[in-house]
């Protein structure tokens, strides 16, 4: 196994913008650690779900993939410009919190979000599997992948939080690029750039 390539890998995809991290941003520039940290822990539990999930049923997603795939893009998508109106509003709207904000929201997100299904589906096959099959060394690949996840979550967080005063001073801008994040994380993950190349 080449833990280069695997540890790039699992820091690449999980702490370069997406979904759930500028869903993050914008959560600490509203809301405040407490409420990102929530959010955070949500979907902290979700991604290791997923990957346990990845890890346990790996023959049978791969043969389901295409189907799994065509539902989780076009839910997703719908979710995550969902999140990008309510961060789009979140200065005028006192209930967003309610709706972004929360350990449900992140949970939920992870499920839905499809950089991390697609990354949960994609690092243990191909990096763990081949050389580790024990349930016990998957279980543990499992726990150090969610580790790193969360320490992503968790510098976002705090990178929200070191700009706080900025990105508070200059609200309105910031929710509309976090918003326009969104909707380009939204029109990846659709599928429709592929279908376009075609």
Not at 64 to 82: A, D, F, R, S, W
Request: proline share 4%; glycine share 6%; hydrophobic share 55%.
């Amino acid at each position: 196994m080449n833990i280069t390539s695997f540890l790039l890998y699992c820091v690449i995809m999980t702490f370069t913008p997406g979904p759930t991290n500028v869903v993050i941003l914008s959560t600490v520039q509203g809301f405040g650690i407490k409420k990102a940290m929530e959010y955070s822990y949500g979907a902290t539990i979700a991604f290791g779900a997923l990957l346990a999930i990845s890890a346990t049923l790996n023959t049978i997603l791969v043969a389901v993939i295409p189907k799994i795939l065509i539902v989780m893009q076009t839910i997703g998508t719908l979710y995550i410009l969902y999140l990008a109106y309510q961060i789009y509003k979140m200065d005028t709207a006192g209930s967003t919190e309610e709706h972004v904000a929360t350990f449900r929201s992140g949970f939920i997100m992870q499920f839905i979000n499809p950089k991390v299904v697609l990354f949960t589906m994609t690092v243990i096959p191909s990096f763990v599997m081949p050389y580790y099959a024990e349930p016990h060394l998957l279980a543990l690949f499992v726990a150090m992948i969610t580790a790193i996840g969360f320490l992503a979550f968790v510098t976002w967080v705090i990178f929200g939080a070191m700009f706080k005063e900025l990105l508070l001073k200059y609200q309105k801008l910031v929710n509309v690029s976090m918003s326009l994040f969104l909707i380009y994380s939204a029109i990846m993950g659709s599928g429709l750039v592929d279908l376009i190349r075609r």
